[in-house]
């Protein structure tokens, strides 16, 4: 067993997760090459090039439930649209429509001003900020 393997068997572990060797697989092409956004197709291809015998549906739910244990942040927009992002910080993204990307933002330089008030009984989980970028016609 390498350095690698060891590390996210831990980290599932840590997760609450049992480190079966479909999630092991999912998590090395994951979380091995830094932070990174994917949908779960772009995912599954990504299995598929590496010869992990895997079906859609159990990257869907190995994705679903890495988010649930707080592994991966789930970016939904236009309702059909779902990224997955391994960097769990607070941060925004660009979405660049002709490549179908998310690209990190930080927030250093972001401030949200004037929110609306709050329904009794909530308080804001977090906030959530993309700015849709196209080719310029110029």
């Not at 572990?13 to 779960?40: E, K, N, Y």
Request: with cysteine; charged share 25%; glycine share 6%.
């Amino acid at each position: 067993m390498n350095l690698q393997h060891t590390a996210l068997v831990e980290r599932l572990r840590l997760a609450g997760l049992r480190p079966t060797r479909q999630r092991l697989c999912l998590a090395a092409i994951l979380f091995g090459a830094g932070d990174r956004h994917v949908s779960a197709e772009s995912l599954h291809q990504e299995a598929l090039a590496a010869r992990i015998d895997v079906s859609l549906a159990t990257v869907y739910n190995t994705l679903n439930q890495f988010k649930a244990a707080g592994l991966l942040r789930e970016v939904a927009f236009e309702g059909d649209r779902t990224f997955f992002d391994t960097n769990t910080s607070n941060h925004f993204h660009y979405y660049i429509e002709e490549t179908n990307s998310l690209v990190d933002i930080g927030t250093e330089n972001l401030e949200v001003l004037g929110l609306p008030q709050l329904p009794p009984g909530t308080e804001i989980d977090r906030v959530d900020i993309i700015i849709r970028l196209r080719k310029s016609s110029r």
